[in-house]
């Protein structure tokens, strides 16, 4: 500990240079993972608070629930057997307000649920975000395809899906607008184990969402840009503490001549490490947290504190490995031949 804290003050512009550059980097992975799960939310928060379960769809529907028709009688039976499960239906349109401007939602109906706000013919229950635009409770809202009015009856928090604000109508309306008979899906809460019926395909909450093309392709792409850059801080260290060991060959043969363990040269390395990415992270972390509390309203941007410790931790082990393999031409340094070659 005491070398370690010894060379840190000897070399500190190189160390500065590193603490920064992982400084940066953190904070620019956190930024994009807290993007990632803001982005995430708004696209599909209506799923991703459902518990967990099972969704069933048509195996003719080629995992493309627009395309899905549930049998009557199967859902029945489904819907009998199971108290607690909910076929369902979402499709994306649009609503005008009372001054003729036009709104894109997600039309969303379901049988009799806890899990989904239950509406009467007429009324409508909406996404806060649409609040926000100005709608109002008791406002009145029309659809192209349907023939009477939509008397807005509440607000509900964090229902998106595909970026839209989610509006919730009866069955009956939603018929009258789509013009279908069928729901699209049921959902099963709870059971790990999907049951086998016949004509359907079952679905994690994970899988599902999967098959939503803007989605998957989305979370992928940001995803991909996380890992990348974490894999990228374990490289800056592999490479810095190569550098430094490089250049010093003749002190670690020096060391090793007077008795200084191997093991003890690791532990100066990792202790050096561990001092720059806690500095680094804390830093990244506070400012991530603080923008994620003045981020702007309509920006889709969620830094929880789970993701933040699973991805320092993940920071910290990387590092780990990138500085221990960097260190591994410390075991094969030979104090006489090391010393000889400081020399020259």
């Known amino acids: 500990m005491n070398m370690a804290w010894k060379e840190i003050k000897k070399n500190k512009v190189r160390f500065l240079i590193l603490g920064s550059i ?3 980097v953190s904070l620019l992975t956190f930024i994009i993972s807290g993007l990632a799960n803001g982005l995430s939310q708004d696209n599909a928060a209506l799923i991703k608070d459902l518990p967990s379960g099972q969704f069933y769809m048509n195996e003719d529907a080629d995992e493309t629930y627009n395309l899905s028709k549930i049998d009557t009688r199967i859902q029945d039976n489904i819907l009998n057997k199971k108290k607690d499960a909910v076929a369902l239906s979402i499709q994306m349109g649009f609503l005008n307000d009372e001054k003729g401007k036009q709104r894109s939602v997600a039309f969303v109906t379901s049988t009799d649920s806890r899990l989904f706000n239950n509406v009467k013919n007429g009324e409508i229950v909406l996404d806060r975000s649409l609040e926000d635009e100005g709608i109002k409770i008791g406002d009145t809202l029309t659809n192209n395809q349907y023939s009477g009015k939509f008397v807005v009856k509440s607000f509900v ?3 998106k899906y595909s970026h839209a604000p989610v509006a919730t109508i009866s069955i009956e309306d939603y018929r009258e607008i789509y013009r279908v008979g069928e729901m699209q899906l049921v959902f099963v809460p709870g059971g790990d184990s999907p049951q086998e019926i016949a004509g359907l395909q079952s679905f994690t909450k994970k899988d599902f969402l999967n098959t939503i093309p803007s989605y998957s392709a989305e979370q ?3 995803n991909m840009i996380v890992w990348f850059l974490v894999i990228i801080s374990g490289m800056l260290f ?3 503490f190569y550098m430094m060991n490089v250049q010093k060959v003749g002190l670690y043969g020096i060391l090793k001549a007077i008795g200084v363990k191997t093991s003890t040269l690791f532990k100066m390395m990792w202790t050096q490490m561990v001092f720059i990415t806690v500095i680094a992270l804390a830093l990244s972390v506070t400012l991530s947290q603080v923008f994620n509390l003045i981020a702007p309203e309509g920006m889709p ?4 504190p789970e993701t933040t410790f ?3 931790v993940v920071f910290l082990i990387i590092g780990f490995i990138g500085a221990t393999l960097s260190g591994v031409q410390i075991r094969k340094v ?3 031949q090391a010393i000889q070659q400081g020399e020259v």
């Not at 941007?301 to 929880?304: A, E, Q, V």
């Open 22 to 24: 992982v400084f940066l």
């Open 334 to 336: 030979e104090p006489l």
């Open 238 to 240: 592999a490479i810095f």
């Open 310 to 312: 699973q991805l320092s």
């Open 157 to 159: 928090d964090q229902k």
């Open 220 to 222: 992928m792409s940001l």
């Open 301 to 304: 941007f969620s830094l929880t």
